[in-house]
Nanobody, 113 residues
Framework: QVQLVESGGGLVQAGGSLRLSCAASGMVFGFYVMGWYRQAPGKQRESVADITNSGSTNYVDSVKGRFTISRDSAKNTVYLQMNNLKPEDTAVYYC???????WGQGTQVTVSS
């Protein structure tokens, strides 16, 4: 059974930082591009960043220069380092194995102004 378990969310002031983690199990981690998505209240879920097994990355324009996605194949974990957070980054953040139906349960990130 595949599990993606996110952690690291919380409440932070604008300008602060958080690091999200997503631990994967029950899957061959290296086979998949891993992505972080977010969904704010009343909005559609959007892709934030993704990373291939070789380390190639993509980011949505709104987070470029502030967020960094990385992965540790030894730990089957993907990370999202979020710096200089803004109130508009407030959302539930989800981990996803691209091309599959596998999603994490989500972790809440709230940025106060």
């Amino acid at each position: 059974q595949v599990q993606l378990v996110e952690s690291g969310g919380g409440l932070v002031q604008a300008g602060g930082s958080l690091r999200l983690s997503c631990a994967a199990s029950g899957m061959v981690f290296g086979f998949y591009v891993m992505g972080w998505y977010r969904q704010a209240p009343g909005k559609q879920r959007e892709s934030v960043a993704d990373i291939t097994n070789s380390g190639s990355t993509n980011y949505v324009d709104s987070v470029k220069g502030r967020f960094t996605i990385s992965r540790d194949s030894a730990k089957n974990t993907v990370y999202l380092q979020m710096n200089n957070l803004k109130p508009e980054d407030t959302a539930v953040y989800y981990c996803h194995a691209e091309g599959t139906r596998w999603w994490g349960q989500g972790t809440q990130v709230t940025v106060s102004s």
